[in-house]
Antibody, heavy 118, light 107 residues
Framework: QVQLQESGPGLVKPSETLSLTCTVS??????????WSWIRQPPGKGLEWIGY???????NYNPSLKSRVTISVDTSKNQFSLKLSSVTAADTAVYYC??????????WGQGTLVTVSS | EIVMTQSPATLSVSPGERATLSCRAS??????LAWYQQKPGQAPRLLIY???TRATGIPARFSGSGSGTEFTLTISSLQSEDFAVYYC?????????FGQGTKVEIK
């Protein structure tokens, strides 16, 4: 059974860059059958898709965040990562990584809360 | 962007009763619709994909139906562990979008 685990700082200052990593176990990010994604959820609110990456490095981002988002993959470490630049308080959220199959989110990490505050 | 609208926002149901949740898309998403369950403090869990196919390990009391713009998630006989928030998500178009959620609470 595939498992995903998010890691990274829980507190980021405004205007800085949020950086998170998702480590995949029980499966390979190099599998051609899946994409790998980030989704976020502000406290008490709904879910927002951030973007996808394929093992080849091909990406697709939510237009609402595209100018600030970079998703990358490290097949040697079986990880993929998220960078979100110029953060504000509005970026405070639980960030989830997930494995994607045909566009739906098949398996999710437990999530990590990132707070943007000085 | 396709807007997903779920109704009702909150559904009060007694254990053992049937729950019917609705999801409407602002334009056709064919059958590219998924449902997720989220309990407090937990990640969402995939219940249904392809509008009507149960994910691995999901009990038969969960069923999905619909196509195009109108979709329904039915829980045939609510168990205590089913009280949660349910989200629909379309994956027919970019960007992938979610509904705002329906909270199923104990009546």
């Amino acid at each position: 059974q595939v498992q995903l685990q998010e890691s990274g700082p829980g507190l980021v200052k405004p205007s800085e860059t949020l950086s998170l990593t998702c480590t995949v176990s029980g499966g390979s990010v190099s599998s051609g059958s899946y994409y790998w994604s980030w989704i976020r959820q502000p406290p008490g609110k709904g879910l927002e898709w951030i973007g996808y990456i394929y093992y080849s490095g091909s990406t697709n981002y939510n237009p609402s965040l595209k100018s600030r988002v970079t998703i990358s993959v490290d097949t040697s470490k079986n990880q993929f990562s998220l960078k979100l630049s110029s953060v504000t308080a509005a970026d405070t959220a639980v960030y989830y990584c997930a494995r994607v199959r045909w566009g739906y989110f098949q398996h999710w990490g437990q999530g990590t809360l990132v707070t943007v505050s000085s | 962007e396709i807007v997903m609208t779920q109704s009702p926002a909150t559904l009060s149901v007694s254990p053992g009763e049937r729950a019917t949740l609705s999801c409407r898309a602002s334009q056709s998403v064919s059958s590219n619709l998924a449902w997720y369950q989220q309990k407090p403090g937990q990640a969402p869990r995939l219940l249904i994909y392809g509008a009507s196919t149960r994910a691995t390990g999901i009990p038969a009391r969960f069923s999905g139906s619909g196509s195009g713009t109108e979709f329904t998630l039915t829980i045939s006989s609510l168990q205590s562990e089913d009280f949660a928030v349910y989200y629909c998500q379309q994956y027919n178009n970019w960007p992938k979008t979610f509904g705002q959620g329906t909270k199923v609470e104990i009546k």
